[in-house]
């Protein structure tokens, strides 16, 4: 008798399980009369327009976003077995057409690995791109393509000295592969300094806070009239990642260099022919002003008359020290480069030196760097 009450117990506490599930499982929502589930009205725009500003920055997209490219950076491997030679990428950037004869203009550390790329236009055609010239110590380099000229859409071309703190930029590239990407900002900062993938300082670069991050280099800054104002090259993140301040090289240094490169296929650099001592062990010694060591023989230095540290019986005799170049101040060697970086070869400088506390003016040509 109790072993069928307890299987009787059994069968109802499990109907009361079955019931209690079966429960659980039904909707909770039961429609209510006249409940409707048509699609929400649309709400209007006022006066159904586009602010001013918002329709200028998508007229400067739609149009210029033409001239903006996607760059894959490639080196070629031949596989030792069967001797073919494949493209392997290498990196991926953004450029920009430089003009109509098929010239790409992007950063040099967006095809340093490689020793050829691809270019991809923004109506999705691609082309095999030879590298023109390079500029490490400006962070540009030169492609070519060969495409038809009626798809290839030149960048207008600002002026550096025209920008001012505070003004709209668009900065068009490819960012994590995305295509044709717009971001905006202002410019937060001129006349800041970088350094290049060489070491060697980029001057007078523009600061903004316009999103740049990964795939972003290489491609154009842009004012509001959609002028090249600079070529987006960096983002200061310890991530990598976009943390509201990013770097163009200046339209200035791009308008110089690229010419040069598309002629010669590099740099073009003037100087004074000369080897300095470095800014540490100047600094340690109390100089203030560039050190020289040497200069080359018949160089444009030596030409001048201008002498390098010495050893002699008594020990080292310091060389000339540069403290002026054109009236301006040189107290260490990147401002001794940023004044050079103003001026081309053959023109005629200005050098004040100091030696053993007396001073005198030279006149220097500057010669061509090799």
């Known amino acids: 008798m109790t072993k069928v009450l307890a299987v009787l117990l059994l069968l109802v506490a499990g109907a009361l399980v079955f019931t209690v599930m079966q429960q659980r499982r039904q909707p909770q929502h039961e429609m209510m009369p006249n409940e409707s589930f048509d699609p929400r009205p649309i709400a209007q725009r006022p006066d159904d327009k586009l602010g001013a500003d918002e329709k200028t920055t998508i007229d400067v997209f739609k149009k210029f976003?033409?001239?903006v490219v996607h760059i894959t950076s490639l080196e070629k491997h031949r596989d030792r077995f069967n001797m073919n030679v494949t493209d392997i990428p290498q990196g991926t950037g953004s450029g920009f057409v430089w003009d109509t004869d098929g010239h790409?203009?992007?950063?040099?550390?967006?095809?340093?690995?490689?020793n050829s790329a691809s270019v991809t236009l923004n109506d999705g055609s691609s082309y095999p791109a030879k590298i023109v010239g390079t500029a490490p110590d400006k962070d540009i380099a030169v492609l070519r393509i060969d495409a038809p000229p009626a798809k290839l859409v030149a960048l207008p071309i600002a002026k550096s000295a025209e920008l001012l703190v505070g003004q709209k930029v668009l900065a068009i590239g490819n960012p994590f592969g995305l295509d044709q990407t717009l971001t905006t900002g202002v410019i937060s900062g001129l006349g800041r300094e970088i350094k290049s993938v060489s070491g060697r300082a980029i001057?007078?670069?523009?600061?903004?806070?316009?999103?740049i991050?990964?795939?972003?280099?290489?491609g154009p800054l842009l004012d509001s009239s959609g002028r090249l104002i600079g070529i987006n090259t960096a983002i200061y993140s310890p991530s990598g990642a976009n943390a509201g301040i990013g770097f163009a090289v200046p339209v200035d240094?791009?308008?110089?260099i690229v010419p040069?490169?598309?002629k010669h296929g590099k740099l073009t650099r003037p100087g004074l022919g000369i080897n300095i001592l470095s800014d540490q062990i100047a600094q340690q010694q109390g100089i203030k002003g560039v050190v020289i060591l040497g200069v080359t023989p018949g160089g444009a230095a030596d030409v001048a008359g201008i002498t390098g540290t010495k050893q002699t019986q008594q020990g080292w005799m310091l060389g000339?020290?540069?403290?002026?170049l054109d009236n301006v101040d040189i107290a260490k060697s990147s401002d001794l480069f940023k004044a050079l970086d103003a001026r081309k070869v053959g023109d005629q400088v200005e050098v004040v030196l100091e030696n053993q506390r007396q001073r005198r003016t030279v006149k220097v040509t500057l010669q061509a760097l090799p």
């Open 65 to 67: 976003s033409r001239g």
């Open 104 to 114: 790409i203009v992007t950063n040099f550390h967006v095809v340093q690995m490689g």
């Open 203 to 211: 001057f007078d670069v523009i600061q903004t806070d316009a999103s």
């Open 213 to 218: 991050n990964p795939g972003n280099s290489g």
């Open 253 to 256: 240094t791009v308008n110089m």
């Open 260 to 262: 040069q490169l598309i």
């Open 320 to 324: 000339d020290v540069i403290v002026k």
